[in-house]
T-cell receptor
Framework: LAKTTQPISMDSYEGQEVNITCSHN???????ITWYQQFPSQGPRFIIQ???TKVTNEVASLFIPADRKSSTLSLPRVSLSDTAVYYC???????????FGKGTRLHILP | GAVVSQHPSRVICKSGTSVKIECRSL??????MFWYRQFPKKSLMLMAT?????????EQGVEKDKFLINHASLTLSTLTVTSAHPEDSSFYIC????????????????FGPGTRLTVT
């Protein structure tokens, strides 16, 4: 499993765009990049998944450069409710075990 | 779709007793379920991988005789914490992956809401 590195914490303000970058230097050819969000005392929630270039859904965008050694989760116009821990995960198959890194604790300020 | 439930959501038990936590995939069949433990302000730690109809695979350092996992059907896995002690107090989370389908490459797992265990 590819190891991931993320900032431990980030602060931002309501209404701003937040970008969280994850490094995964030893990502394998078949690996996908997945981001999860976790609120206190809740299970993680799937945000977005991608393989290369850019993926966008209703809540976020995921930017992946050509070398795929990093990825950036972009949250547009954050609100206080986006305060959570965000995990970047790299892997291949759905039945592969997930090893969580430390995640990024995002704190949105009013 | 792809909802995973856990029961109970929180439980308090006395030291030395056993506690069973259920993980159910409500609207899909799950060949594989995972059990995690999370301490306050820490990341999720994988405890074991559970495959329907076979023995669970435990991560290093996780006692299989203390944390009994049963995955008897495609929609239910149970984790039993035997002879619980205060140090077992934690947040236990399960996740499940979809059975079959064309998206075998998809890394998406569906997580339950978690169970808060407090051992007194």
């Amino acid at each position: 499993l590819a190891k991931t590195t993320q900032p431990i914490s980030m602060d931002s303000y309501e209404g701003q765009e937040v970008n969280i970058t994850c490094s995964h230097n030893n990502i394998a050819t078949n690996d996908y990049i997945t981001w999860y969000q976790q609120f206190p005392s809740q299970g993680p929630r799937f945000i977005i998944q991608g393989y290369k270039t850019k993926v966008t859904n209703e809540v976020a965008s995921l930017f992946i450069p050509a070398d795929r050694k990093s990825s950036t989760l972009s949250l547009p116009r954050v609100s206080l409710s986006d305060t959570a821990v965000y995990y970047c995960l790299v892997g291949y198959r759905r039945d592969d075990k997930i090893i969580f890194g430390k995640g990024t604790r995002l704190h949105i300020l009013p | 779709g792809a909802v995973v439930s856990q029961h109970p959501s929180r439980v308090i038990c006395k030291s030395g007793t056993s506690v069973k936590i259920e993980c159910r995939s409500l609207d899909f069949q799950a060949t594989t379920m995972f059990w995690y433990r999370q301490f306050p302000k820490k990341s999720l730690m994988l405890m074991a991988t559970s495959n329907e109809g076979s023995k669970a695979t435990y991560e290093q350092g996780v006692e299989k005789d203390k944390f009994l996992i049963n995955h008897a059907s495609l929609t239910l896995s149970t984790l039993t914490v035997t002879s619980a002690h205060p140090e077992d107090s934690s947040f236990y989370i399960c996740s499940a992956t979809l059975a079959g389908g064309a998206l075998d490459y998809s890394y998406e797992q569906y997580f339950g809401p978690g169970t808060r265990l407090t051992v007194t």
